[in-house]
């Protein structure tokens, strides 16, 4: 287990942009891919970005490529995503994740095991 702290969220109008950070415990963060996964309400919580343990590699959603980055500073056990051109759709709590050792670049929702409080990202249009 991996604890990890969200910060940056808030409210922000179509088309702008906002960028959350997500702070690790412990020694053995570079031992862990990371992920982002959002959930609306009333909705299942969805798979965003990941990211690999030396951060060479990343992986998107559609729906947010071209848009979105995900990124991470080792030295400083923090993962970032950033959200360009936001669109009210992108609306939902957003959750820092570490995955499961085996996972060289996770790509569900399942291959994360552990998970950060959330924190809420408002679009207005």
């Known amino acids: 287990q991996v604890p990890l702290v969200e910060s940056g969220g808030g409210l922000v109008q179509a088309g702008g942009s906002l960028r959350l950070s997500c702070a690790a415990s412990?020694?053995?963060?570079?031992?862990?891919?990371m992920g982002w996964s959002r959930q609306a309400p009333g909705k299942e919580r969805e798979f965003v970005a990941a990211?690999?343990?030396?951060?060479?590699?990343?992986y998107l959603v559609d729906s947010v490529k071209g848009r979105f980055t995900i990124s991470r500073d080792n030295a400083e056990n923090m993962v970032y995503l950033s959200m360009n051109n936001l669109k009210p759709e992108d609306t939902a709590v957003y959750y820092c994740?570490?995955?499961?050792?085996?996972?060289?670049?996770?790509?569900?929702?399942?291959?994360?095991?552990?998970w950060g409080q959330g924190t809420q990202v408002t679009v207005s249009s």
């Open positions: 994740a570490a995955a499961a050792r085996r996972y060289y670049l996770p790509r569900e929702v399942t291959h994360f095991t552990s």
């Open positions: 990211i690999t343990r030396g951060g060479s590699s990343t």
């Open positions: 412990g020694r053995t963060f570079s031992n862990y891919a």
